[in-house]
């Protein structure tokens, strides 16, 4: 049997083949280029002159290089407490938040109670509403609650989980089987026991990735941040 794998696998490739391969690769290669040279370019700019920046001119070599002005930047206060300040928001987020839609997706996902797709359905309707709808309740329930101006009315919201994370956590525990359920209810678990040591480990890698991409965008919300904070000592880095 081992043989014939190992026939299979060293058969000769074709020149179709190859040149189809080829192909491929060259596509695959220019897509990588594309994708990859804002990044270089952003880069190679950080090192030119206000002038050759704006000169109109497509380059990627500085002329002359500019060293100082990553030390300039690290020289101003503002920008390394924003750094700070954007870890105080993530991290927090990052793992209560986390917690919190994980949670609430294995209890729509493998709990069954009344008005469970209602409430579901309820859920994923808030999407739907514009931040520009709820941006000044917020702004006024912050204020009486003293929040305005720090970095709470960022952290607190996001430790209550989010509603594109619930979703697809939801659609990944549908697709594992409710025999786990089960044998856990034989072996006298209780649901939250249920979900932290069957179900949890195996949706971990997922929730990291999906609170990852939620913190980029929360970090990346310029409007949420001046709308909330206004002293440049709790600004975050995308603000400064």
């Known amino acids: 049997m081992s043989s014939k794998k190992d026939l299979a696998s060293s058969r000769l490739v074709s020149k179709k083949e190859k040149i189809f391969n ?12 594309v994708m990859v040279f804002p990044l270089i370019y952003m880069i190679a ?59 609430a997706a294995f209890g ?27 941006m000044i309740p ?13 970095l709470l009315p960022l952290i607190i919201p996001g430790c209550f989980g989010n509603v594109s994370i619930i979703f697809f956590l939801r659609q990944n525990l549908i697709g594992i089987p409710d025999d786990l359920m089960e044998a856990a209810k034989l072996d006298g678990c209780g649901y939250f026991r249920t979900f932290l040591q069957i ?11 999906m609170k990852f991409y939620q913190d980029l965008s929360k970090l990346s919300a310029n409007l ?14 995308e603000v400064c």
């Open 22 to 33: 080829w192909i491929i690769f060259v596509l695959l290669l220019l897509g990588a280029v």
């Open 45 to 103: 700019t950080s090192f030119m002159t206000k002038n050759q920046i704006l000169s109109g001119t497509l380059t990627i070599l500085p002329d002359p290089i500019l060293i100082g002005k990553y030390s300039e930047v690290l020289k101003k206060g503002q920008f390394i407490n924003g750094i700070f300040n954007s870890l105080k928001v993530a991290i927090p987020v990052l793992i209560i938040g986390g917690f919190t839609s994980s949670l």
């Open 138 to 150: 917020q702004y006024v329930m912050f204020t009486k609650l003293g929040w305005t101006n720090t």
């Open 199 to 209: 179900f949890m480990p195996l949706m971990n890698i997922i929730v990291k990735m």
């Open 108 to 134: 729509f996902a493998k709990m069954r109670f009344r008005g469970k797709n209602a409430l579901f359905l309820a859920l994923l309707a808030t999407i739907m509403i514009p931040f520009a709808v709820v």
């Open 224 to 237: 949420v941040g001046q709308k909330f904070i206004k002293s440049t000592y709790t600004f975050i880095a």
